[in-house]
């Protein structure tokens, strides 16, 4: 008895595609074969933390694209590009700004952080490069309130990468 596939398209933006596709070839592996197996890794990963009990504590990693309000052509770091300056003069002042997708992300993912203080411990927002950024929430209490923020963050269309890591929380009885 042969077993039934499905057919689907995904989209992906340029750069993850060409990652994936070198990632690919240097396996040696179909993209039918390597879509399957990430899907069965995501799959299980998610298995395996719902079965965890009820009281948690760990981690959110999120790697974002971040896309800046300030018109590049513009402003003092293009012109002193070349010389290896790693700072930008701007002008910060409050103005109205229309926001890109990646800008409304930001303000989002703050908002979506703000429905969850009881279970958010700290969080450490890095920037990686001028495009991308790494935001590690740490978190603590209820599976469901965590898991809950987990989806939320993921839904932003700017997540790159998104890694949760929790264990079971021991409350100390003494």
Do not use: W
């Not at 039918?32 to 197996?37: E, F, G, P, T």
């Not at 009281?55 to 300030?70: R, W, Y």
């Not at 790494?134 to 890694?163: C, M, T, W, Y």
Request: aromatic share 10%.
């Amino acid at each position: 008895m042969s077993e039934e596939y499905k057919r689907f398209t995904v989209s992906l933006p340029q750069d993850l595609y060409d990652e994936f596709e070198k990632y690919r070839k240097e396996l040696n592996i179909s993209r039918s074969d390597a879509v399957r197996k990430a899907m069965y890794s995501y799959l299980s990963s998610q298995e395996n933390i719902s079965k965890i009990s009820s009281n948690v504590i760990g981690c959110i990693s999120l790697i974002m694209s971040h896309k800046h309000f300030i018109d590049d052509l513009n402003h003092e770091h293009n012109k002193n590009h070349d010389k290896g300056i790693l700072y930008h003069e701007h002008d910060y002042s409050s103005r109205p700004i229309y926001a890109n997708v990646h800008q409304t992300d930001l303000i989002l993912n703050n908002e979506i952080q703000h429905h969850y203080t009881d279970v958010i411990i700290s969080k450490m927002h890095i920037h990686l490069q001028f495009e991308k950024c790494l935001e590690i929430i740490a978190v603590s209490g209820p599976f469901d309130r965590v898991n809950k923020l987990k989806e939320n963050l993921e839904q932003l269309r700017s997540v790159l990468s998104i890694g949760f890591f929790i264990i079971d929380k021991i409350d100390d009885e003494t």
